[in-house]
């Protein structure tokens, strides 16, 4: 479903263009509570740069490809798994697989913001990471070095 659905956006990106694709895509990224007390996502009237699409493609592309959680595995520091429960780009369900295949995660669901949690969420989503950062040493203390 992951994949499908950043295939569905690059072909709407490529009959669509660029313009269309920044006006829509807002809609798919925040919620519509966050989006109705910041209407100037939606009112987005330039057209991007060229160079962008093709980088929006590009972007898309990797993520279509990376789709697969081969190397996760492999990943032995400590990592923090976080999305949104509303998310309608990368479900709760792909974190908690990414988060049973670490060794060493540490999972956090926030109840809302969808995508852009990190944004809408902000002052939650910093405490979480500062938690998580300063919280370090104690999942992870580090070695002395032999000389």
């Known amino acids: 479903m992951f994949s499908r659905y950043f295939q569905a956006r690059q072909s709407f990106l490529k009959t669509s263009g660029g313009q269309a694709f920044l006006r829509y895509n807002p809609m798919y990224l925040y919620p519509c509570w966050w989006i109705q007390s910041h209407p100037q996502l939606l009112n987005r009237s330039e057209s ?8 929006y493609l590009e972007r898309m592309d990797i993520i279509v490809e990376a789709d697969n959680l081969e190397n996760v595995a492999s990943i032995r520091c400590p ?7 509303d998310d309608l780009l990368i479900p709760t369900t792909m974190g908690d697989e990414v988060a049973h295949s670490l060794q060493h995660s540490h999972r956090h669901v926030f109840s809302k913001g969808e995508h852009y949690y990190p944004v809408v969420m902000a002052e939650t989503f910093n405490q979480v990471v500062m938690d998580f950062l300063n919280n370090l040493n104690n999942l992870c203390p ?6």
Do not use: F, G, T
């Open 48 to 55: 991007p740069d060229p160079s962008h699409v093709k980088l």
């Open 79 to 85: 990592a923090l798994v976080l999305s949104a429960q």
């Open 142 to 147: 580090m070695q002395p070095l032999n000389h």
